[in-house]
């Protein structure tokens, strides 16, 4: 979905990659002649987008940007933040102006707005932070050149005190895309559901947003065809898109034109509120790491996105092992349609992750998890969507000295990682542990937390030998005497990129 472009002239590579992973091959070239001529290099640029923060007056947001060291850089790059006022770079402005500003930043000026700027971040290896308060803050467009770019994360966090969705709202900014699924959303009467679009280009994009509930498809043409308009984001409250409640509800977003960040914003009257990330890419097997030890209510939501049904066996990997729930030893998700279980208590006491498998035949399904913590008036949620493994490198921002809590699994071999806490945005010294984790296993590590911190840090994960690895990472802070938290998932950064040697051959030129 996301892609990345090569240009090989007169022998010379030029790379230029926008939050993606790429494989580059020649026609017909064997596995095996890639891997002996490809060689992994930085990404050169990178773009992410953020949602609006919230709708509450009483909101307080922090937006924290880091990028981890990485070598093969360049010493030349910055990074910014920019509220997407959907205005592109020349509004207003001469054609001889916009070509000055182009040539000032090094850029095509593709993702520039003339919003105001919400955030610059300074070199690689300390986070920066900002800070906004109130209702209808707008969106964010950012984006990284240079040594700012490889795994360039930004983490937005937002504490309502009161009223609906009130808790901790926490969410990744992430890179435009064509496609998203969102399984675990709601149009229930207690529940406030949006889907944020934001569109980082200079050129309207046409999206569809299609809704699927137990019996699947809900028929309405109301999400056909929005235009999100450039530089610019839209929320569209689900509700609006049927005309019945749905408690459970997965909602697909595809692009017709142009690319978009999408997010859902899930605000409960009584159980809180947080952001539900976007699915990993269909698939047969999924994770869904980070279960926290004292959750008191887990709800898994699956959808099956092809033409066949699938069976699928439900594990939790805790700190011992993989356990079968008993009484929800498998899901049967209907091809095309929503399917829900309630999972209860489920880890008891103990740090776990969801291991999902296909029983017989393997059919692709998406997945998230609605998590609640406490209990009676004091309850609050929020979501784990299945997640792709670590892979090289991953990182998540805005940790604290107190109510972090990160989550390690190994779903086949023992694997051992090294994690690494940055230097902290106010002042401290980085800091290193390494962790085996024992296949089939969860374990919430003790992170490393900077030396002498002060402000916040970032938190790095690097799988260092044994099998795939997921993550994530739990924030937790009491709010008027409610343990409110939010859950983020640590995906591969897509910080480097394949590319393969080239040589020089001019009889291109003849044909």
């Known amino acids: 979905m996301n892609r990345t472009t090569l240009s090989l002239i007169a022998g010379t590579t030029a790379l230029v990659a926008v939050t993606g992973f790429a494989v580059i091959s020649e026609p017909g070239a064997a596995d095996g002649d890639t891997a002996r001529t490809a060689a992994q290099l930085p990404v050169e640029r990178t773009s992410l987008l953020c949602p609006s923060p919230s709708p509450s007056e009483i909101a307080d947001t922090t937006y924290t940007s880091f990028t981890p060291v990485t070598k093969g850089t360049e010493s030349g790059g910055k990074a910014e933040l920019t509220a997407a006022t959907g205005q592109s770079a020349d509004d207003g402005k001469g054609d001889k102006d916009s070509d000055e500003d182009e040539k000032d930043s090094g850029k095509s000026g593709e993702d520039d707005t003339q919003g105001k700027s919400v955030l610059k971040p300074g070199d690689p290896g300390k986070p920066v932070t900002a800070d906004v308060s109130g ?11 240079g040594k700012s770019a490889p795994g360039w994360t930004v983490q937005q966090t937002t504490e309502v005190a009161a009223g609906t969705g009130r808790g901790l709202l926490g969410v990744n ?7 998203f699924w969102f399984p675990g959303a709601s149009t229930a009467d207690a529940r406030t559901d949006y889907v944020h679009l934001t569109n980082p280009d200079d050129s309207a994009a046409v999206v569809d947003v299609e809704l699927y509930g137990k019996d699947g498809a809900l028929k309405s043409t109301v999400g056909e065809g929005i235009t999100v308009q450039p530089h610019a984001s839209e929320p569209v409250l689900l509700s609006t898109l049927t005309d019945s409640p749905q408690t459970d509800l997965t909602v697909h977003v595809s692009v017709r034109s142009g690319r978009v960040a999408a997010a859902v914003q899930a605000l409960d009257d009584e159980l809180g509120g947080d952001w539900l990330p976007a699915s990993a890419d269909p698939a047969g097997s999924l994770v869904l790491p980070g279960i926290p030890e004292d959750a008191t209510s887990v709800r898994l939501v699956a959808f099956a996105t092809g033409d066949s049904d699938a069976d699928l066996k439900v594990r939790l990997a805790s700190t011992s092992g993989l356990i079968t729930p008993a009484g929800n030893e498998t899901l049967h998700v209907k091809a095309g349609m929503t399917a829900a279980v309630d999972l209860g208590d489920l880890t008891r006491g103990e740090a776990g992750s969801l291991v999902l498998t296909p029983t017989s035949g393997s059919a692709p399904v998406v997945a998230a998890l609605k998590v609640v913590r406490g209990k009676g008036t004091k309850q609050e949620t929020a979501f784990i969507p299945a997640a792709a493994p670590v ?7 805005d940790n604290r000295a107190k109510g972090t809590t990160l989550a390690l699994t190994a779903t086949g071999s023992t694997a051992k990682v090294k994690v690494t806490a940055s230097a902290g945005s106010e002042g401290g010294t980085a800091a290193t542990k390494t962790y085996t984790i024992k296949g089939g296993t969860t374990q919430d590590v003790d992170a490393p937390v900077p030396s002498g911190l002060k402000g ?31 859950v983020q998932t640590l995906p591969d950064d897509r910080g480097t990129v394949s590319v393969p040697e080239a040589e020089q051959d001019l009889s291109v030129l003849q044909k």
């Open 135 to 145: 209702a209808d803050e707008p969106a964010v467009i950012g984006t990284a050149e």
């Open 173 to 179: 900014c992430t890179a435009p895309d064509t496609e």
């Open 391 to 397: 892979g090289t490198r991953a990182t998540v921002a």
């Open 456 to 486: 916040t840090y970032a938190l790095t994960v690097e799988p260092v030998s044994g099998g795939p690895v997921h993550a994530a990472r739990m924030l937790a802070e009491t709010l008027n005497g409610i343990s409110a938290f939010t």
